[in-house]
């Protein structure tokens, strides 16, 4: 068959998105996929991240399945091209040039938003039978020049989906975010990929993974948001599927974030080495954002403050003054502390007080630690500029 008489076209015009859909030979996709995880250390350790016995057992039911000549669904894939590249896309008149277009663009700017266990099936199905290589699947590609609109597609093809390890899984989804990110922050900040074993050990480092969380929880407006929790996971994407389909979404976020690292960086100036791990739960400054419980409180602090509470439909109008606000009130929070010694600053953060505060037996724990920093970081969005301490934050 023929795949150039099969592309399809369409063009979102609500999320500024190209769809087009069209066939391509296995094996040719499977490359142009490896290609695209180079960084993450290959498709094959997307492979060992699905454990559980029924994921295993429909894995190798599918893999047989293709054996015998299934057809799988298209698989999706989302790109992050420039003008150039999605003209090129979009006016490809086969399926051969549109590869060709995919194959010039850098692979972190390409990841499979939907199928990844399929494109694994395909990866062992071919190393049984690499006749398979050969045989035409459908692919649709989700072509977009502002993240926003990727965002979107992703959290609306994946929703209620959890189908592999869940850092992993977010890692990869949200591949394109993570570098858009990255690009527009400081040198010296750095988001870990899982497969990189590395750890937080100075302000400005966090897990990728902890970062995507916290877009989801900034574009729900509320921190009690466990991936895992299927039910609550699909109600929060209510709210994250209309703040990230705006086109300034990311900016906030983006802004929002530098806000956090400008606070990280100098609550990170208190180092209590001598203190034994185990003996308090925030041992010095460089701890507050490590815990990611704070780090949700930040983000949905600010992300009420501009957004509204959840339920609320957003004004967009004023979110760009009450961005303002926010930025004023933390630059401020940040200027104050900056004129502050050590000795000082260790009295400003009142970290004693904090350490009571999480020091609470309960059955759930997490929930009342991000419930804990939403409140003290919403006095600072509101009042940082003129707080005595951090003591009336942790008391709020």
Not at 63 to 88: F, H, N, Y
Not at 133 to 142: D, G, H, P
Not at 223 to 236: G, H, S, W
Not at 375 to 381: D, E, G, N, W
Request: charged share 30%.
């Amino acid at each position: 068959m023929n795949s150039s008489s099969c592309i399809l076209k369409l063009r979102d015009s609500r999320t500024s998105c190209d769809s087009v859909v069209f066939m391509i030979n296995a094996g040719k996709f499977i490359e142009l996929v490896t290609s695209s995880y180079e960084n993450k250390g290959g498709i094959d350790g997307q492979r060992d991240a699905i454990k559980t016995k029924s994921a295993l057992s429909i894995r190798k039911r599918l893999i047989e399945d293709l054996v015998s000549g299934a057809v799988i669904p298209p698989v999706t894939i989302g790109v992050l091209a420039d003008a150039r590249q999605r003209d090129k896309i979009w006016q490809a008149l086969d399926a051969d040039a549109i590869d060709k277009v995919l194959r010039d663009i850098p692979s972190d700017l390409i990841s499979i938003i939907d199928g990844m266990q399929r494109t694994t099936a395909l990866i062992e199905a071919i190393a049984k039978n690499p006749e398979i290589a050969k045989r035409l699947i459908r692919v649709e590609v989700w072509c977009a020049e502002k993240i926003n609109g990727l965002i979107y597609r992703m959290l609306v093809l994946n929703s209620g989906q959890i189908p592999w390890e869940t850092a992993r899984q977010l890692e990869t989804v949200y591949s394109q975010f993570i570098n858009t990110l990255q690009t527009g922050l400081d040198e010296d900040v750095s988001l870990f990929l899982k497969d990189e074993r590395r750890r937080r050990v100075a302000p400005g480092q966090f897990q990728a993974s902890t970062v995507i969380r916290l877009y989801l929880a900034f574009s729900a407006r509320r921190a009690e948001f466990d991936l895992k929790d299927r039910v609550a996971e699909d109600f929060a994407k209510l709210d994250a599927l209309e703040s990230s389909s705006h086109d300034e979404f990311f900016g906030y976020f983006q802004s929002t974030f530098k806000l956090a690292l400008a606070l990280d960086r100098e609550f990170s100036r208190i180092k209590k080495e001598e203190i034994p791990f185990g003996k308090v739960r925030i041992r010095d400054g460089r701890d507050i954002f490590k815990a990611e419980p704070a780090l949700i409180g930040f983000f949905v602090a600010v992300s009420v403050k501009l957004f509204d509470v959840p339920g609320f439909d957003i004004d967009w109008s004023q979110t760009p003054e009450r961005m303002s606000n926010v930025s004023d009130n933390v630059t401020k929070l940040v200027e104050r502390i900056q004129k502050l010694d050590d000795t000082a600053l260790e009295q400003f953060l009142e970290l004693d007080v904090l350490n009571e505060r999480l020091d609470r037996r309960s059955g759930q724990v997490g929930r009342y630690e991000r419930d804990l920093f939403t409140r003290a970081f919403s006095l600072v969005v509101d009042r940082g500029g003129d707080l005595p301490s951090f003591k009336p934050c942790w008391l709020a």
